[in-house]
Each structure stands twice: as C-alpha cells, then as structure tokens.
C-alpha cells in the first residue's frame, strides 16, 4: 500500500505487483513529498502523469551496497539451515537430505551465481581500479571459488539417498561446517569493510544505474518475484526443519 495525495487528502492506493524493490522508497519518497507540497499551498505546477520521464525523475532506488546487504541475509538464513543439518546429523537422527540439497541449490543460484557475480563484475574491479582493498579482494575472490568447490560437494551428497550411509553423512557434516565457518567472516568483511568503500570510489549519481542493472538481472535470473521468492522458499525451508519461528531463538 501507499500513500498519495489529491487535493490536500492523503489516499491509500494498492501498489501494482510488478512495483520493484528497489523502486518502494522512491514512490514512498515522492507521496510524501507531493503531501508537503499541499500542505504548503505550493504554486510549483505538478507533474503531469503523462509527462515521459516523470517517474523515474521522482525514483530514489536503493543504494547497491543495501541491496547486496539484503541479499547477505539470505545467505545468513542458508548458514542457520546448514547449522541444523550439522546438528541433526551429528546427533545421529534422520538426514534431512532434500532440505539440505534445495538451500545448496539456493547457494548455488542466489549466492553464487548471481550475488558473487555481480561482486566480481561490479564491485571488486571499481575498488581494485582505485587501488582500495586489493588484498582483501583476492581473499575474497579466492573464497568465492572455494565455496563453490564446497557446494558441488553438498549438492552431489545431499542427493537422493546418497546421504544415507555414515561415509556421507561425515562428509555433509564436513563440508557444511566448512562452508559456514568461511562464509560467516566472509559476508561481515564484505559489509564492514568493502561495501562501505563502494561508495568512497563510485560517484552518487552513478549508483541509479548500477542499482538498475542489479534489478534487472535479478529479474532475468529469477523472475517477476525476484528476491522476495528467494526469501519464501528460504522460509519454506525453514518451516519443514522446524526453525522458521524465530522466537525459539530468544534467550531465557
């Protein structure tokens, strides 16, 4: 839902499906300017709606650096599911072999192959041109490449009944542990130390267009629903380990 106003009034209108994320702020950004402009009995003439360009000149899209945060969460929820799995089978019970084989394939696609892509085309190379962080970058790249060696492993155990036999299930439990104990320091490097530097070497204005070719190959990658239905199947997960309700996790 969103807020506009018409003659002094605020109505709530419902905001069409295909609304991008990134594009939310923006409108929320221009009805509460249009309100103030009312409020003030403003003489500036509005915009007509049919004007070309009007909208994307009222556009406030998030920030990359924001959007690559968001998209961390996700990769942090995938770590908590691999935690469960490395608990259940260390325990001995049932391997959960289809939960774990569907969040490998979500490493797959969302982290790996469209959320470390787009680090390793847009982001690392701005920093390394600037001579920022070039250490800490080929870590970082070297780590991309060892996660992905790891994921093939889960992917490859974790299918059909292959994680049925004590062999398997150490080499799971090895591999996932791996995978979690890399990528935890690795995704908080990244957003205390080489997100907060994009913005030190990409100029302002330069972020609409990175921010827009984010979002449009997240569409192309993964549709309509984009992020949003990465998050639901993460949650669908979640929900058949028993770990989706968050206050389970609250501290007595």
Same mark, same amino acid.
């Not at 391997?95 to 289809?98: F, G, H, I, L, S």
């Not at 800490?136 to 780590?143: D, E």
């Given at each position: 839902m969103v807020a506009t106003a018409r003659e002094g009034v605020i109505v709530t209108q419902q905001l069409p499906s295909a609304v991008g994320r990134r594009r939310l702020l923006g409108v929320s950004i221009s009805a509460a300017g249009a309100v103030a402009l009312s409020a003030c009995g403003s003489s500036q003439p509005k915009p007509s709606p049919g004007r070309p360009g009007a909208a994307s000149e009222q556009e406030v899209p998030v920030a990359p650096p924001e959007d690559l945060m968001r998209e961390h969460g996700v990769l942090k929820r995938v770590l908590l599911i691999y935690r469960e799995g490395i608990r259940r089978l260390q325990a001995g019970e049932q391997?959960?072999? *289809?939960a774990l084989n569907e969040s490998a394939q979500i490493i797959r696609s969302f982290v790996e192959d469209y959320h470390a892509h787009l680090e390793e085309q847009y982001v690392f190379p701005r920093?390394? *041109?600037?001579?920022?962080l070039a250490d800490?970058?080929?870590?970082? *790249?070297?780590?991309h490449q060892r996660g992905r060696v790891l994921t093939d492993r889960v992917l490859a155990t974790s299918a059909g009944a292959a994680a049925s036999d004590q062999p398997a299930r150490d080499a799971l439990v090895q591999d996932m542990s791996a995978f979690v104990r890399m990528y935890e320091p690795h995704e908080a490097r990244e957003d205390t130390v080489v997100f907060p530097a994009l913005r030190d070497v990409v100029p302002a204005v330069e972020f609409r267009d990175m921010a827009e070719t984010f979002e449009d190959e997240e569409h192309r990658r993964f549709g309509q629903a984009g992020f949003q239905g990465v998050v639901d199947k993460v949650a669908d997960i979640e929900k058949s380990l028993g770990i989706y309700d968050l206050s389970q996790f609250t501290v007595t």
């Open positions: 391997a959960p072999a *289809r920093l390394e *041109r600037a001579g920022k800490l970058i080929a870590v970082l *790249r070297t780590q």
